[in-house]
């Protein structure tokens, strides 16, 4: 007698083996599957060319050895890694308030406005995502300011700075 297992019980299973993966993704608190969009679709920005804080699409960043990089003021945190990577990024002025910076891996984040590093106000890691890393949450002036990016070992990431809802 031949015995047939329910195709059903197979799909179950497989949604079952990708659910934490994706699970390890979600924050409906930090809008992760429209970042995670930002991130996927990333573009490289113009070389020394200021982006807007407001439409800056998702950032394909190439990192080089944060010897090269020209730090507005240098990383608050000292590098962890043997052979660390960053880069800056310039914002022009825009309308004050919270924004989120999300990165597609490892990476030490501060935001410089007026010579000064910005504390974040909040922050969410997501250590068993494949494609978002961390969003931090800065309050940022309307001035303009800088992302820096060090302690990498990546050499490219992507990144996303989006207005908070």
Known sequence: MRVR??????MALALFAATPAIAACEDPAWDTTAVMARLAAAVSPAEGQSLDRDAAPGLAISLVPVAEVRFEIPPERPA???DPRGAVLLFEAGAAGIYRVALSARAWIDIVQDGKYLAPVAF???MDCADLHKIVAFEIGAGPFALQLSDATAPSIAAAITPAP
Do not use: I, S
Request: aromatic letters at 16%; proline letters at 17%; charged letters at 35%.
């Open 124 to 126: 969410v890691d997501f």
């Open 80 to 82: 962890r890694n043997p």
């Open 5 to 10: 297992k329910p195709r059903f019980c197979l």
